[in-house]
């Protein structure tokens, strides 16, 4: 499950930006890539990512009204019901018409993930017509 931006600085969601601010600095350096030249290239590669992730996290929270949309992707998350699976969106199929990403719900109903949504990186829809969510994963077969 993808973390959220709060966790990935570990934060609260109610820290106020100063405190954002201080523990992505102090993230940033101890993941900046510059400082990994001792490692190896497999943890260099692992720190790079979570130095990618860190500054992704500030750049959401920084901006009140990236966050303000961030709250609310959290908030709705945890409204959705029960977990009924989850789905690699590759395995989902495209309405065009609706711009959106779908599967099937065993109700009848489908589960919708618009391409908005995927972009900001929504990882998780409820379905149309129950109380039954999915969480959407990108991990690639191997």
Not at 48 to 62: G, P, Q, S, V
Not at 105 to 129: E, M
């Amino acid at each position: 499950m993808k973390k959220s931006a709060y966790e990935v600085l570990g934060v609260p969601q109610d820290a106020p930006l100063a405190a954002i601010r201080a523990s992505y600095m102090a993230l940033a350096l101890q993941w900046h890539p510059d400082k990994q030249h001792q490692q190896r290239p497999a943890d260099t590669d692992k720190a790079a990512a979570r130095f990618h992730d860190i500054n992704a996290a500030w750049e959401t929270l920084r901006d009140p009204q990236a966050r303000a949309e961030h709250d609310r992707q959290l908030a709705s998350s945890s409204r959705l019901g029960p977990l009924h699976d989850s789905v690699n969106i590759e395995d989902m199929d495209f309405d065009d018409a609706l711009d959106s990403f779908f599967t099937p719900c065993r109700c009848g109903g489908r589960f919708l993930l618009s391409i908005t949504q995927a972009d900001a990186g929504v990882d998780a829809v409820d379905c149309s017509q129950c109380s039954l969510w999915i969480r959407i994963t990108s991990e690639q077969a191997a």
